[in-house]
């Protein structure tokens, strides 16, 4: 009974110095944690830069119109984030990540909230619970939003993960013997030195809901390399048999996370700029940008191809082999030739179909003829001419003191001869030609923290 009650007490002992045990450790782990800080990537500040450009493009007068937007899905299209892949880095949707940064634009930007499956049925429940008196207005809050007429759709995807594509490995060996006998001494030494790239593509595109097409020259795609950095070095040193060593193996490898968080606040910034007319890249970090942009260089000319001659030219804007990343020229040449096609054609929607006519000087009316229950109903819109046009693009420039009091003519004309003068423009170019209007809007000044004012 005795021994009974000896081991008894001995187990009790155990259990109560595990216990406390435990609680010292969990303390201990808690006095030391670091706090939560701010994620960031290279490219954050970025956002809140757009934001600022959105807002100053998209303000007239006191108003600012905003842009409203749905992120429908962001996702791995490649498959690697799959179970079948057991060494998976990366998680298979990236929608709340897109969500979370496209929120930190601010400015014009709405974003819809998308109800998911669950919000939907447990608002169908509380309709059958609430009766049709309480049900509807609880319903109607999850309606689908992001299929209003003036909402877009954001679609993203990665569409590229390749896991190695360089491979380099270096090494270094070392040996040799000093005295004999039992003197004897071998030293040994050895260095290795690994690096492993791998990339990632993802591509992001913008819908519109009212048509029912995806926006022409407003997606985005855009790759980043990963690296993967292994250093080894090792010392051994043996006197008459007896033997001591030292190594030491240090391994960096670059956030996956990070790199995908780079690679959306870069899309979705790059198709958004495309698609609301916007020089996006003047903010982004790796833009060499000039006091006053230039144009003529990179605009669609009307020559034919000739296709005996077609050369393959490496994208200039990609710098290869640097480890801090030069400034080059980012201008968007697709982006700038879409501007300068919708100041010569506008574009309105006939019947659910895109079509383009020639944008007359000043404004006109576009009636569009249908037949609706066997009867022909005219439908009268305004179509906005170049005039108006150029008029929004000086309302910008106002907002600079030295051009608040000015008026549209005397404006333009100042304008003209700074363009002329910064050779963004030559002589020649009229001061009502297209020429003009793209150095207008290459040129509209943007405060900071324009976003934050209305």
């Not at 007239?60 to 799959?82: E, F």
């Not at 292994?230 to 990070?258: C, M």
Request: glycine share 6%; hydrophobic share 35%; with cysteine.
């Amino acid at each position: 009974m005795k021994e009974w009650r000896r081991k008894l007490t001995v187990v009790s002992i155990t259990v109560l110095i595990s216990a406390c045990s435990v609680s010292s450790r969990q303390n201990e782990f808690s006095r030391h944690s670091e706090f939560p800080s701010d994620t960031q990537t290279r490219a954050t500040n970025v956002l809140a830069c757009f934001g600022d450009m959105l807002t100053a493009y998209r303000t007239n007068g006191s108003t600012v119109n905003p842009l409203r937007i749905a992120i429908v899905n962001v996702k791995d299209a490649t498959n690697v984030s799959s179970a079948s892949y057991p060494d998976s880095e990366i998680p298979n949707n990236f929608t709340d990540m897109t969500l979370g940064l496209v929120s930190r634009i601010g400015g014009p930007i709405r974003v819809s909230h998308i109800p998911t499956s669950s919000e939907l049925l447990d608002a169908a429940r509380y309709k059958s619970i609430s009766g049709a008196q309480g049900g509807p207005a609880f319903l109607g809050r999850f309606s689908p939003s992001h299929y209003r007429y003036a909402t877009i759709q954001m679609y993203g995807a990665l569409t590229e993960y390749d896991r190695i594509i360089s491979n380099r490995k270096r090494s270094a060996e070392g040996a040799f013997e000093l005295g004999g006998g039992s003197g004897e001494t071998n030293i040994e030494l050895s260095a290795s030195k690994v690096t492993n790239v791998a990339r990632m593509t993802m591509d992001f595109r913008i819908a519109s809901a009212h048509v029912g097409d995806v926006v022409n020259n407003s997606s985005s795609t855009n790759t980043v390399q990963v690296y993967q950095r292994g250093n080894d070095l090792s010392f051994g040193l043996s006197v008459d048999g007896q033997s001591i060593g030292y190594s030491t193996e240090n391994s960096v490898v670059d956030a996956r996370h990070k790199a995908i968080r780079l690679l959306i606040e870069w899309g979705v910034v790059e198709a958004l700029g495309r698609y609301a007319y916007v020089p996006y890249w003047k903010c982004l970090p790796n833009s060499k940008n000039r006091a006053q942009i230039g144009f003529k260089d990179i605009v669609a000319s009307n020559s034919l191809y000739n296709f005996s001659n077609m050369s393959r030219k490496t994208n200039p804007n990609r710098v290869k082999g640097k480890k801090k990343p030069a400034l080059v020229d980012m201008r968007d040449k697709m982006l700038i030739n879409a501007v300068m096609s919708d100041f010569m054609n506008a574009e309105y929607v006939d019947d659910g179909v895109r079509k383009t006519i020639r944008r007359p000087e000043r404004d006109a009316p576009l009636i569009q003829r249908k037949v609706i229950d066997g009867k022909v109903v005219d439908r009268k819109s305004m179509i906005d001419g170049k005039t108006t046009m150029r008029r929004d693009l000086l309302n910008y420039y106002r907002t600079d003191p030295r051009f608040a009091k000015m008026s549209d003519s005397v404006l333009l004309k100042n304008l003209h001869q700074q363009f002329i003068k910064a050779k963004v423009i030559s002589s020649k170019d009229a001061i009502m030609g297209t020429n003009t209007y793209m150095a207008l809007w290459l040129n509209v000044p943007v405060k900071k923290g324009a976003r934050w004012r209305r």
